[in-house]
């Protein structure tokens, strides 16, 4: 069993920066964890979930056009996810989740919302 807590969200006002976190649990997560790349997605309502980042378990990173520029994500052997988000603009509100890549599992999101 896998699970993950994202935390990190709230109000920001545009240009600001977040860092959210995610952090990893469950019996099989030391193994599991070590060879999984790990993501960040995020989703409006009334529209689908959609990838921004993922990171592989060799450390390379990729980022879709949603994310990329001020989008940076990372991982550490803590079994912990983190994206980093600069510049914020309003079309960043969203709630975000991490789970993994595929998105197997993930977790119940964090909401960051970006207004003035």
């Known amino acids: 069993q896998v699970q993950f807590v994202e935390s990190g969200g709230g109000l920001v006002q545009p240009g600001g920066s977040l860092t959210l976190s995610c952090a990893a649990s469950g019996s099989i997560i030391s193994s599991f964890f070590s060879t999984t790349s790990m993501a960040w997605y995020r989703q409006v309502p009334g529209e689908e979930r959609e990838l921004v980042a993922v990171?592989?378990?060799?450390?390379?990173t990729y980022y879709t056009t949603s994310g990329k520029d001020r989008f940076t994500i990372s991982r550490d052997n803590a079994k912990n996810t983190y994206l980093q988000i600069r510049n914020l603009k309003p079309e960043d509100t969203a709630v975000y989740y991490c789970?993994?890549?595929?998105?197997?599992?993930w977790g119940q999101g964090t909401q960051v919302t970006v207004s003035s």
């Open positions: 990171v592989h378990a060799n450390g390379r």
């Open positions: 789970g993994t890549s595929p998105a197997t599992y």
